[in-house]
């Protein structure tokens, strides 16, 4: 089992940045791909970012592309999340999610074996 905790979600104005945290325990050796998604009030489950682990690759979402940038730090078993420039189509709870696969359909509902508890994100105009 991996457990996944999130944090640095929180309140900010349009414009502004925020840094995700999720902090990852238990049987981490398993997990190929690590990732976000958020899920707002009244719409689908958004992929927004993935890394998988075996080279490093990157996938990010259209609409946070050249904003958010997802990184790990593999000595502290911790993914981040910089989210820059945000704006208020941005709001959403934030999940930190793994998977053992090769970031499979990390897009779409993903084919996540775990999930943090989630971290909500507010950006106001």
């Known amino acids: 089992q991996v457990q996944l905790v999130e944090s640095g979600g929180g309140s900010v104005q349009a414009g502004g940045s925020l840094r995700l945290s999720c902090a990852a325990s238990?049987?981490?050796?398993?997990?190929?791909?690590m990732g976000w998604f958020r899920q707002a009030p009244g719409k689908e489950r958004e992929g927004v970012a993935a890394?998988?682990?075996?080279?490093?690759?990157?996938y990010y979402a259209d609409s946070v592309k050249g904003r958010f940038t997802i990184s790990q730090d593999n000595a502290k078993n911790t993914l981040y999340l910089q989210m820059n420039s945000l704006n208020p189509e941005d709001t959403a709870v934030y999940y930190c999610?793994?998977?053992?696969?090769?970031?499979?359909?990390?897009?779409?509902?993903?084919?996540?074996?775990?999930r943090g508890q989630g971290t909500q994100v507010t950006v106001s105009s």
């Open positions: 890394v998988y682990s075996g080279d490093g690759s990157t």
């Open positions: 238990g049987e981490t050796f398993t997990i190929n791909c």
């Open positions: 999610a793994a998977q053992i696969f090769k970031c499979m359909n990390w897009a779409g509902r993903g084919l996540w074996n775990y």
